[in-house]
């Protein structure tokens, strides 16, 4: 199983930027998909998911109005669009994905490697 | 939103040793609660689910317990390897997630 992220750097606050995560070595469509961010010297924070026929997508509070994820099935590909960015919004962004498939949870057991994301003018 | 606080910030302990981390939910979250490790520059590593199963290749030492607000990661005779912050999430609310802050767990 292989995430990778891509598409971080540096954005102005009120810019835009889009995150990708490209998956590998597992069904793709099989899987809730998650993002998850830290920021400089804090601890870690659940931003999104999404089912696996992209049918519900939930957000924490922060981010929802600003924030829209996706999935591309058949380029399995995970996507953050995120709009209206504040310095608040600076952190490394994490795709991860459960442990098991289906409507099921036991924790993230895969990550990728991060993308850092920095609001700043 | 279910919030989760842990305990303490930081602890210092000698290799060899036994640290006790703890966390508490601000309402019950059953046994649906979950453990990671985390090291500077790597991705989180998942320790322990649903309280205290540990995940695959998870050693011994580590040992997590208790339900509803209440939640204990043990680690047994601490290795250099175990120097890490430790976060626990739950999940009683999925398909939406909170973590705690984190204990960082340094050297003595």
């Known amino acids: 199983v292989q995430l990778e992220e891509s598409g971080g750097g540096l954005v102005q606050p009120g810019g835009s930027l889009r995150l990708s995560c490209t998956a590998s070595g597992f069904t793709f469509s099989s899987y809730w998909m998650s993002w998850v961010r830290q920021a400089p010297g804090k601890g870690l924070e659940w931003v999104a998911n999404i089912r696996q026929d992209g049918s519900q997508k939930n957000y924490v509070d922060s981010v929802k109005g600003r924030f829209t994820i996706s999935r591309d099935n058949s380029k399995n590909t995970l996507y953050l669009q995120m709009n209206s960015l504040t310095a608040a919004d600076t952190a490394v962004y994490y795709c991860?994905?459960?442990?098991?498939?289906?409507?099921?949870?036991?924790?993230?057991?895969?990550w990728g490697h991060g993308t850092l994301v920095t609001v700043s003018s | 939103e279910i919030v989760m606080t842990q305990s303490p910030a930081a602890l210092s302990v000698s290799p060899g040793e036994r640290a006790t981390l703890s966390c508490r939910a601000s309402?019950?979250?059953?046994?649906?609660l979950i453990w990671y490790q985390h090291k500077p520059g790597q991705a989180p590593r998942l320790l322990i689910y649903g309280a205290s199963t540990r995940a695959t290749g998870i050693p011994a030492r580590f040992s997590g317990s208790g339900s509803g607000t209440e939640f204990t990661l043990t680690i047994s005779s601490l290795q250099s390897e175990d120097f890490a912050i430790y976060y626990c999430q739950q999940y009683s609310s999925w398909p939406m997630y909170t973590f705690g802050q984190g204990t960082k767990l340094e050297i003595k």
């Open positions: 309402q019950s979250v059953n046994s649906y």
């Open positions: 991860a994905r459960s442990s098991c498939s289906g409507d099921c949870y036991l924790g993230f057991h895969y």
